[in-house]
C-alpha cells in the first residue's frame, strides 16, 4: 500500500469509536497502477458507509522507505486490503507493508482481504514472471533473505478467498467490499450524521411504541409530509 493520514480521515477516524482503533481499514496498493482509478474508488465509497480508512495520499511513489506510522496504521487496523495490479511486486514500499499485514494476521484479529486487479491468482503465487521478475530485481537490493519473507507473504494470501476485479464495474465491486467489511466490523450499514438536533424525543416516542420487551408483533408506520425527517428517525431507531 501506500498510505498517510489526510484531513478528511482524521475527521472520520471515530466513526466507530468503540473499535479501539484509530482506523479500521487500511488500503495497500500500487499509487501508480491504481490510485486514481479503483483505489480512489474505493476509498470514497468507505468513507461514504462511514468507514475510517488508512490511505497515504503524500507518500505514494515517492519513496520506498517506510516510515513508523505506516507500520502503526497496519497494527492498529481491523482490516487490510491489498490491491495487486501488475506492477504491485515492483514497489518494495507494498511489499513491506503486505509482509506486515501477514505477520500481524497469524498473531492479532487482523482481516487480510486481499483483490485481484487484473491479474491472476498464479501470478501472485509466482508461478508467472509477472511478479516473479520484479522479486528477481529486489534481490540484488534487499538481499535474498528479505525477498524471502515477501515470497512467502504473497503465496500466503493468495490462500485466502478475496475479489478479482475483472468482468465488474469499479464501482460495483468498491460497493461489494464496503458491505463485506462493514459484515467484518460488526456495525450497522446506516451511517448518520453527528449533527442531527431535536430527534430525541420522537426517538424516544417511536420506541415505547414499539416496546420491545413485550412478547407482542408489532407494526409502527412513520408517515407525513416529504422532508421532515421520517427516514432519518428510522434510521435512528
Known amino acids: 500500500m501506500e498510505s498517510k493520514r489526510s484531513s478528511s480521515q482524521k475527521t472520520r477516524s471515530t466513526s466507530y469509536g468503540s473499535s479501539g482503533t484509530e482506523y479500521e481499514v487500511f488500503l495497500n496498493f500500487r499509487g501508480l497502477d491504481t490510485h486514481n482509478t479503483f483505489t480512489n474508488c474505493l476509498y470514497h465509497t468507505l ?3 462511514g468507514i475510517s480508512v488508512f490511505i ?15 507500520f502503526q496504521a497496519i497494527d492498529d487496523s481491523k482490516i487490510c486490503i ?30 487480510v482481504l486481499p483483490i485481484l486487479y487484473y491479474v491472476e491468482p498464479s501470478d501472485v503465487k509466482l508461478e508467472t514472471g509477472v511478479y516473479k ?7 540484488k537490493e534487499r538481499g535474498a533473505e528479505i525477498v524471502q ?5 504473497l503465496k500466503e494470501v493468495t490462500k485466502i478467498k478475496g475479489w478479482d476485479a475483472k468482468n465488474i464495474g469499479h464501482g460495483e465491486l468498491a460497493h461489494l467490499i464496503a458491505w463485506k467489511v462493514l459484515v467484518k466490523l460488526k456495525v450497522s450499514c446506516v451511517h448518520i450524521s453527528d449533527h442531527l438536533v431535536g430527534m ?4 424516544d416516542e417511536v420506541v415505547n411504541l414499539l416496546n420491545v420487551e413485550s412478547k ?22
Open 47 to 49: 468513507l461514504n458507509k
Open 56 to 70: 497515504d495520499n503524500q507518500g505514494i511513489d515517492v519513496g520506498e522507505e517506510i516510515g513508523p506510522e505506516i
Open 82 to 111: 491489498p490491491i495487486f495490479s501488475r506492477d504491485y511486486a515492483s514497489s518494495s514500499r507494498c511489499l513491506c507493508e503486505l509482509e506486515r499485514m501477514m505477520q500481524h494476521r497469524k498473531t492479532n484479529e487482523l482481516e
Open 133 to 139: 521478475d520484479a522479486l528477481t530485481l529486489h534481490k
Open 149 to 153: 519473507r515477501w515470497e512467502e507473504a
Open 200 to 203: 430525541d424525543e420522537s426517538m
Open 216 to 237: 407482542d408483533i408489532r407494526l409502527i408506520g412513520i408517515w407525513g409530509m416529504g422532508g421532515i425527517g421520517k427516514t432519518t428517525l428510522a434510521k435512528l431507531v
